[in-house]
T-cell receptor, first 112, second 114 residues
Framework: GENVEQHPSTLSVQEGDSAVIKCTYS??????FPWYKQELGKGPQLIIDIRSNVGEKKDQRIAVTLNKTAKHFSLHITETQPEDSAVYFC???????????FGIGTKLQVIP | NAGVTQTPKFQVLKTGQSMTLQCAQDMNHEYMSWYRQDPGMGLRLIHYSVGAGITDQGEVPNGYNVSRSTTEDFPLRLLSAAPSQTSVYFC?????????????FGPGTRLTVL
């Protein structure tokens, strides 16, 4: 089955700095890579996603890059703010969500 | 739209008891799924459904049953609860056949089995 590794498990940054979270996967058939933000006591919420035919996608302060050859993708958050503090999950999807594997999550703390 | 709703928010069971976790969505999504979230393990897919009357197993289906009689509802049943089923359970839905990939999650049910 799919194996997804997510690093780091915890990340502390100063407000205004950038944060980068990386995920690697094993199944070359995977074709959709979403990132979720989970705040305390809530369900995960999609923040950005990328499909296998795209190398990079940006939405304001958030960007995702995908390297299909190396089988890894990364979440980049610039100009971090305290409200960015949360747990972030990557996911790898193939077969139209019939196969979906999540990373273990990264707890991001933005220090004011 | 209420989105994806789950009840109850919290539940404590004794080993061997049964219960049903409720999930409903009002977005007319074909695809619905159940995940469990455990510390250090991310979210793991339990069961999913691509439409009324169609269900299939995910990564960790043992000990759980599902059915899908309507588009809106997708209950998860624990027939005989075990301490290993202590977890936070999330229901999710997405539009499957319209090519949209965003998956919407409910607020979760925190289950403790003693």
């Amino acid at each position: 089955g799919e194996n997804v590794e997510q690093h780091p498990s915890t990340l502390s940054v100063q407000e205004g700095d950038s944060a980068v979270i990386k995920c690697t996967y094993s199944d070359s058939a995977s074709n959709y890579f979403p990132w979720y933000k989970q705040e305390l006591g809530k369900g995960p919420q999609l923040i950005i996603d990328i499909r296998s035919n795209v190398g990079e996608k940006k939405d304001q302060r958030i960007a995702v890059t995908l390297n299909k050859t190396a089988k890894h993708f990364s979440l980049h958050i610039t100009e971090t703010q305290p409200e960015d503090s949360a747990v972030y999950f990557c996911a790898v999807v193939s077969g139209g969500y019939q196969k979906v594997t999540f990373g273990i999550g990264t707890k991001l703390q933005v220090i004011p | 739209n209420a989105g994806v709703t789950q009840t109850p928010k919290f539940q404590v069971l004794k080993t061997g008891q049964s219960m049903t976790l409720q999930c409903a969505q009002d977005m007319n999504h074909e695809y619905m799924s159940w995940y469990r979230q455990d510390p250090g393990m991310g979210l793991r897919l339990i069961h999913y459904s691509v439409g009324a009357g169609i269900t299939d197993q995910g990564e960790v289906p043992n000990g759980y049953n599902v059915s899908r009689s309507t588009t809106e509802d997708f209950p998860l049943r624990l027939l005989s609860a075990a301490p290993s089923q202590t977890s936070v359970y999330f229901c999710a839905s997405r539009a499957y056949f319209r090519g949209e990939n965003e998956q919407f999650f409910g607020p979760g049910t925190r289950l403790t089995v003693l």
